[in-house]
T-cell receptor, first 116, second 114 residues
Framework: GAGVSQSPSNKVTEKGKDVELRCDPI?????LYWYRQSLGQGLEFLIY????????KSGLPSDRFSAERTGGSVSTLTIQRTQQEDSAVYLC??????????????FGPGTRLTVL | AQSVTQPDIHITVSEGASLELRCNYSYGATPYLFWYVQSPGQGLQLLLK??????LVQGIKGFEAEFKRSQSSFNLRKPSVHWSDAAEYFCAVASGGGADGLTFGKGTHLIIQP
């Protein structure tokens, strides 16, 4: 079946603009994760959803970042007032069951965000 | 807090030669360990994972990894590499029982020489 999809694949924006990144998880997967991959920081975990609920938002880099998930499916990661340090590849992953550490996370291809 | 160290940023191996990628973790309890591979323009793909039991785990594409608690290591191996194995390899750890994300190492870039 279809894997995790993300859109857009590339996004170029100007500093100070807001951006919205979308993730479509594998159908039936209840857990959804957002990560950020950058040259300086490597792969960082940002936030996780179980259903529509995000129990811990402390991994988000700043209050300019927010995420939501509706209908237990699609998730959006919103970055307000983008800064150049937000430039990175944003990866989404989903896993089948209740999010325990034993569930395999399946990753999407990512959205490459460039802030000019 | 848990952490993962991949000491080698780049490794170059000749096609057909054996491969070992190093991974050391820091975690107080029994870790859940993973190896992922990322090819250019591709998402992360799980190669193998270890939770408990047999310390030698087999994965896809002919890869295996061995968990050594005494050395806090989870090294990835392959007996004979192929040019298509050229990619970025990430070791990751997760805590047990909680709903959290993976903590990744910085990655090892594998170059295959003809």
């Amino acid at each position: 079946g279809a894997g995790v999809s993300q859109s857009p694949s590339n996004k170029v924006t100007e500093k100070g603009k807001d951006v919205e990144l979308r993730c479509d998880p594998i159908s039936g997967h209840t857990a959804l994760y957002w990560y950020r991959q950058s040259l300086g920081q490597g792969l960082e975990f940002l936030i996780y959803f179980q259903g529509n609920s995000a129990p811990d938002k402390s991994g988000l880099p700043s209050d300019r970042f927010s995420a939501e998930r509706t209908g237990g499916s699609v998730s959006t990661l919103t970055i307000q007032r983008t800064q150049q340090e937000d430039s990175a590849v944003y990866l989404c992953a989903s896993s089948l069951g209740a999010a325990t550490s034993t569930d395999t996370q399946y990753f999407g291809p990512g959205t490459r965000l460039t802030v000019l | 807090a848990q952490s993962v160290t991949q000491p080698d940023i780049h490794i170059t191996v000749s096609e057909g030669a054996s491969l070992e990628l190093r991974c050391n973790y820091s975690y107080g309890a029994t870790p859940y360990l993973f190896w992922y591979v990322q090819s250019p323009g591709q998402g992360l793909q799980l190669l193998l994972k270890y939770f408990s039991g047999d310390t030698l785990v087999q994965g896809i594409k002919g890869f295996e990894a061995e968990f050594k608690r005494s050395q806090s290591s989870f090294n990835l191996r392959k007996p004979s590499v192929h040019w298509s194995d050229a990619a970025e390899y990430f070791c990751a750890v997760a805590s047990g029982g909680g709903a959290d994300g993976l903590t990744f190492g910085k990655g090892t870039h594998l170059i295959i020489q003809p």
